[in-house]
């Protein structure tokens, strides 16, 4: 026998009651790291193909110098809504259901990227703050001031083209 007391002896919802408050707390914190995000007033989607900075090559995606040749049919933007980051550059490409266009895929407020495009609204939205950007490049509301950097596309049957 040993002259050592013995240990505590936890009851089953002690225990729980407990891991469930370090669960809640670790959750909190994980939601609070990563900033503010304002309300979504609509469906969004994100990048079908080679979204983010994957710095993986892209299906369709052609970048040669400061020029960038996009098959519209194979990076997955032939359909109205439909957007594509480009992981090597700082451009989205939106296809705007009237044609598309090619803008900076930093937000002008704390660079923070652009990664969703709300199909309802025809707005990006920053996630890092709520600024959302109108495909031309305008700020919709703040707390951006500044436009987004537009770069002039051309397009020739399904590829287009754009310089950055």
Do not use: W
């Not at 707005?123 to 001031?145: I, K």
């Amino acid at each position: 026998m040993s002259d050592s007391p013995l240990p505590d002896v936890v009851d089953r919802r002690a225990f729980v009651g407990t891991t469930a408050a370090y669960f809640v707390a670790a959750a909190l914190a994980a939601a609070c790291s990563g900033g503010t995000t304002a309300p979504s007033s609509g469906p969004t989607t994100t990048p079908p193909t080679g979204g983010g900075n994957t710095g993986t090559a892209q299906a369709g995606v052609t970048i040669s110098g400061s020029s960038v040749s996009i098959n519209t049919t194979l990076a997955g933007i032939a359909t109205a809504g439909q957007f594509v980051i480009l992981s090597a550059t700082d451009a989205i490409v939106i296809n705007t259901g009237t044609g598309f266009v090619a803008l900076s895929k930093t937000c002008t407020h704390s660079s923070c990227g652009l990664s969703r495009f709300n199909n309802t609204t025809s707005l990006l939205e920053c996630d890092c703050h709520g600024s959302r950007f109108r495909t031309n490049g305008q700020v919709a509301t703040g707390p951006a001031a500044t436009p987004l950097r537009s770069y002039p596309v051309t397009v020739n049957g399904s590829v287009l083209t754009f310089s950055v």
